[in-house]
């Protein structure tokens, strides 16, 4: 993603490809046609939307929100008739937090209410506390010298982190968007994530916890981060391994938005001192420290193909400011709609279609890459049995926007393939198919057993201008046509893999993996 996130620390090289062979697919139109027919017709995306966002609410892993949608999503499978529907573990995932009481304001030079949320599994405040705001830059801030040369001045104060010198450079990048022809014919590798990129992170955050302790003994009394350059109302709210359940305690979080941050900072730079209220009440649990994902099936109907899967899925997790719609309630919500498709129209897919949405995408693909360690690879990185039995995965998870191709991850083999698969999609904009590699999000797990991964590409919209893990990721944000095209599109794709002659091809074996699994 083009901002750099938390899902991104879990990375693959992939440094191979093979050669490109072509063949005729047998497409079959007539089904494909049915599917389109019956989305425009009786689409439920809406529906499932509305539950997954506004019934739900957020869905931080582990979360009140997240068992609601989740619990949801198995009772409505269950009822459409899927089998083996369930909550299926995948591993320790850590602490279960939620915000129970949150409030901010500035009272003094003047009262005056902010846009500000509590991070992810911050510790409360122990009641309302009112305190005047030091401003550190985040370059101060990482620098430890700096910070312990003025932990005196913190004492008893709110850390205010903002960078109280914008560029002031008008945004010019457009807060909608859909790919151009000229940009799908020259895509270039997305999201990608390279090793000295993961070490530099590894230290930066190991630098950043010693820091985080120096101001907790230091008497501070909370600490708000305003850095981040999102305007006119976004503010983007994540966090890093605060789930753990040997994580350190550290001072109250707080993310603000930027345009306040700036205010406050200009405030006590021209010598007017600024005092906020602030009161965090934060619920923490142990009781379940497990990660689920949920996963439900359509059997195969051919005696021999049926032992084969074609899974499809999208992560299910949000973070905690919003309900999560485009990031990736989205995704989750096509793909529902997919198998509630193929079940409901009786077209039979030869090999047993899996749906799976996953939990701890944020923190790291946790969930997915978990999963296919649990069903797929062996702990020395060997296949298992069933490794060999997965024709693909197809993942979605680049926002609200309408399917506009796919990445094939320098499969080279299956370019053709999808080519022709998308030929009935040309008038629905949908036919590049490049050998371009895109990362950070569930597919890479399955890419890394060997397995072949796939996530569409999507047009941006304004998903990494607006709501990419900010506030404004809401259901009014969802593009709902561009949902059912995407449906249409995933589903057909799957159908397709599943009545297939034979698996879909695979690239060659990896020399070179790095896998991350988080901090």
């Known amino acids: 993603m083009k901002n750099f996130s938390f899902r991104s620390m879990f990375a693959v090289l992939i440094l191979t490809g093979t050669s490109v062979y072509a063949q005729q697919e047998a497409i079959d139109t007539a089904v494909f046609g049915a599917i389109r027919r019956a989305e425009l017709k009786s689409s439920q995306i809406p529906q499932l939307a509305h539950y997954l966002t506004d019934v739900s609410g957020p869905r931080l ?89 003025h932990l005196n001045e913190f004492k008893g104060k709110i850390i205010l982190v903002a960078n109280s010198e914008p560029s002031g450079e008008p945004v010019e990048e457009a807060s909608v968007e859909r790919f151009s022809d000229s940009t799908l014919a020259n895509m270039k590798d997305q999201y990608h994530v390279t090793r000295p990129m993961i070490e530099f992170y590894m230290k930066y955050h190991k630098a950043m916890d010693r820091i985080a302790q120096m101001l907790k003994k230091s008497g501070a009394i909370a600490v708000i981060h305003s850095e981040e350059g999102h305007t006119n109302g976004p503010v983007l709210v994540q966090a890093n391994g605060g ?24 405030l006590i730079k021209s010598g007017h001192e600024v005092e906020i209220s602030l009161n965090i009440k934060s619920k923490f649990s142990t009781e379940d420290t497990k990660g689920y994902n949920v996963v439900a ?46 079940d409901s129209l009786n077209i039979k897919p030869k090999r047993t279609v899996r749906i799976a949405l996953w939990s701890g995408e944020e923190q790291g693909v946790f969930g997915s890459y978990n999963y296919v360690k649990n069903h797929f690879m062996n702990a020395d990185g060997t296949p298992k ?57 569930d597919h890479i797990s399955f890419d890394w057993a060997g397995i072949p991964g796939f996530q569409f590409i999507q047009d941006p919209m304004d998903y990494e201008a607006r709501t990419h893990h900010t506030n404004l990721d809401d259901y009014d944000h969802l593009q709902i046509d561009d949902l059912k095209q995407a449906a249409i599109i995933v589903a057909s794709f799957v ?24 901090f």
């Open 243 to 266: 789930q753990k359940l040997d994580a350190p305690e550290t001072l109250p979080q707080v993310s603000m938005a930027f345009d306040d941050g700036q205010k406050i900072a200009r």
């Open 385 to 441: 049995p069933e490794n060999g039995k997965v024709s693909a995965y197809f993942n979605l998870d680049n926002g609200t926007g309408k399917i506009r191709g796919i990445f094939s991850q320098n499969n080279t083999a299956i370019k053709p393939i999808f080519e022709q698969w998308f030929t009935p999609f040309h008038d629905l904009g949908a036919k590049t198919v490049t050998t371009k590699n895109t990362g950070s999000t």
């Open 495 to 518: 159908y397709q893999a599943s009545v297939r002659p034979e698996l879909l091809p695979r690239k060659a074996p990896v020399k070179e993996t790095f896998v991350f699994e988080g």
């Open 297 to 342: 099936e359509i059997p195969g109907s051919d005696p021999t193909l049926k032992s084969e899967l074609v899974m499809l899925g999208g992560h299910l997790d949000s973070w905690q400011s919003s309900e999560g719609a485009t990031d990736n309630a989205a995704g989750c919500v096509v793909m529902m709609e997919v198998v509630r498709l193929l």
């Open 61 to 149: 892993t582990n979360s009140a929100g997240f068992k609601r949608a989740s619990n949801w999503a198995v009772a409505t499978m269950k009822k459409w008739g899927l089998e083996n529907v369930a909550l299926e573990p995948w591993g320790e995932f850590g602490k279960q937090w939620e915000p129970e009481e949150f409030s901010i304001a500035i009272t003094a030079p003047y009262p005056q209410s902010v846009i500000a949320y509590p991070t992810p599994w911050t510790v409360g405040t122990k009641g309302l506390k009112k305190a005047k705001v030091v401003v550190l830059s985040s370059v101060q801030l990482r620098d430890s010298a700096y910070v312990t040369k």
